[in-house]
Antibody, heavy 117, light 113 residues
Framework: QVQLVQSGAEVKKPGDSVTVSCKAS????????INWVRKAPGQGLEWMGW????????NYAQKFQGRVTMTADTSTSTAFLEMRSLRSDDTAVYYC??????????WGQGTLVTVSS | DVVMTQSPLSLPVTLGQPASISCRSS???????????LSWFHQRPGQSPRRLIY???VRDSGVPDRFSGSGSGTDFTLKISRVEAEDVGLYYC???????????FGGGTKVEI
């Protein structure tokens, strides 16, 4: 069955960078885009951006442009989210998602990133 | 960017009774292909979100038929015909019509018994 397995929780200091991975299995990795969504404590879901796993094309939400990079390694069927210059308000659970808009939708289990001095 | 506004923020419900959540977009969500890419998601505490409805009214596989989505243009509704205990949690609408420029979630509605 389709699975998106994310990397474990991270604790970072303000100004640090973090990379979250999302390993896909159970389907053809390059046939589906991956979106990244986060949920901060007490806040709603927030779309961060999208990557085409087929050709690496990306589109980031305006809020994250310049601070986020999404990549995909087709040899390992893994998508990555790198976020730089972390702030305390980046503390959130980060999710990778396949098929967010239509078709079958699958979410990773989430990765908690805590930013604290 | 398209702004998605949900109401109410909090919705007390009674088991076995109907419930509905409203979602309004700042721009029309009718795509050039005629589809309305409006989805609804449900999230329980400590769990990943789950999509319930996509393309306005299509239920995802395994979603009970007590959930239904409707609307047009800029006004949308998620209805639960008879609330069950497992329906508590947060509900979000999301527009995908303006992807890949942007996807936008509503602020969320907390459903509690």
């Amino acid at each position: 069955q389709v699975q998106l397995v994310q990397s474990g929780a991270e604790v970072k200091k303000p100004g640090d960078s973090v990379t979250v991975s999302c390993k896909a299995s159970g389907y053809s990795f390059t046939s589906y885009d991956i979106n990244w969504v986060r949920k901060a404590p007490g806040q709603g879901l927030e779309w961060m951006g999208w990557i085409s796993t087929y050709n690496g094309e990306t589109n980031y939400a305006q809020k994250f442009q310049g601070r986020v990079t999404m990549t995909a390694d087709t040899s390992t069927s893994t998508a990555f989210l790198e976020m730089r210059s972390l702030r305390s308000d980046d503390t959130a659970v980060y999710y990778c998602v396949r098929g967010l808009i239509s078709g079958t939708c699958n979410w990773g289990q989430g990765t908690l990133v805590t930013v604290s001095s | 960017d398209v702004v998605m506004t949900q109401s109410p923020l909090s919705l007390p419900v009674t088991l076995g009774q109907p419930a509905s959540i409203s979602c309004r977009s700042s721009q029309s969500l009718v795509d050039t292909d005629g589809n309305i890419y409006l989805s609804w998601f449900h999230q329980r505490p400590g769990q990943s979100p789950r999509r319930l409805i996509y393309k306005l009214s299509v239920r995802d596989s395994g979603v009970p038929d007590r959930f239904s989505g409707s609307g047009s243009g800029t006004d949308f509704t998620l209805k639960i015909s008879r609330v069950e205990a497992e329906d508590v949690g947060l509900y979000y609408c999301m527009q995908g019509t303006h992807w890949p420029r942007a996807l936008t979630f509503g602020g969320g509605t907390k459903v509690e018994i």
